[in-house]
């Protein structure tokens, strides 16, 4: 099973960047398709976005869209999250996951099965 350890949240006011970093170790990274979710204190974990195995297909949740990018270094075993123009309402402990080989959909977090330990992003206003 491959191991995944987030890096690069913080501080950060609003309008600001973050590019937060995933690393995964074990079996073939280029293997799995991967996700982005966030969780805020007091609501469930919500899907970000996903990015299937070569990084040609990427998908947005639409409180991100054109503003967050996700994008893979299959070389370095590395899926990335750019965050542009930050707002406060997008505070929250960021995880990436890897998607199950036989899952159909990839909102959800059922269909991830390993995961990281997250990073937090705090947005100030």
């Known amino acids: 099973q491959v191991q995944l350890v987030e890096s690069g949240g913080g501080l950060v006011q609003a309008g600001g960047s973050l590019r937060l970093s995933c690393a995964a170790s074990?079996?073939?990274?280029?293997?799995?398709?991967m996700g982005w979710f966030r969780q805020a204190p007091g609501k469930e974990r919500e899907f970000v976005a996903h990015?299937?195995?070569?990084?040609?297909?990427?998908y947005y949740a639409g409180s991100v869209k054109d503003r967050f990018t996700i994008s893979r270094d299959n070389a370095k075993n590395t899926v990335y999250l750019q965050m542009n123009s930050l707002k406060p309402e997008d505070t929250a402990v960021y995880y990436c996951?890897?998607?199950?080989?036989?899952?159909?959909?990839?909102?959800?977090?059922?269909?991830?099965?390993?995961w990281g330990q997250g990073t937090q992003v705090t947005v100030s206003s």
């Open positions: 996951a890897t998607r199950k080989f036989n899952s159909n959909t990839y909102t959800s977090p059922h269909a991830y099965d390993s």
């Open positions: 990015i299937n195995y070569s990084g040609g297909n990427t």
């Open positions: 074990g079996p073939t990274f280029s293997n799995y398709r």
